[in-house]
């Protein structure tokens, strides 16, 4: 079974592509750290084998253990409100985040 981190699990596109991928026999790790995502998105997959949900801000060291193939980098504040309450954080998610996971990849040697 492929196995597939989806950031901003909670959010929007991310809980949409945590579906997605279920349907398509994945084994799917939801990450987000719920800044501006919501767990009601998500609740329904809780119970599945084939899901398991991280709760950890990827602006800090990511690791996941096992094997990974792919990664699907969505977590960011996606609203011009957002940006403007935590700019800060939205760069770091941009910047930081991206480069820890470009790391993670390249150490599982999953596409990203």
Do not use: W
């Not at 602006?59 to 700019?87: E, Q």
């Amino acid at each position: 079974m492929k196995k597939i981190l989806i950031t901003g699990a909670a959010g929007f596109l991310g809980s949409h592509l945590c579906d997605r991928f279920i349907k398509e026999g994945f084994h799917v790790i939801g990450m987000d750290n719920l800044i501006t995502g919501d767990l009601e998105n998500i609740k329904h997959l809780f119970p599945l084998e084939q899901f398991e949900f991280h709760h950890h801000d990827v602006t800090k060291f990511v690791h996941v253990s096992g094997k990974l193939d792919y990664i699907l980098h969505f977590a960011s504040p996606a609203s011009p409100i957002d940006y403007l309450k935590i700019p800060i954080k939205t760069l770091k998610v941009g910047s930081l985040g991206t480069l820890n996971l470009l790391g993670l990849a390249k150490e599982k040697g999953a596409e990203f």
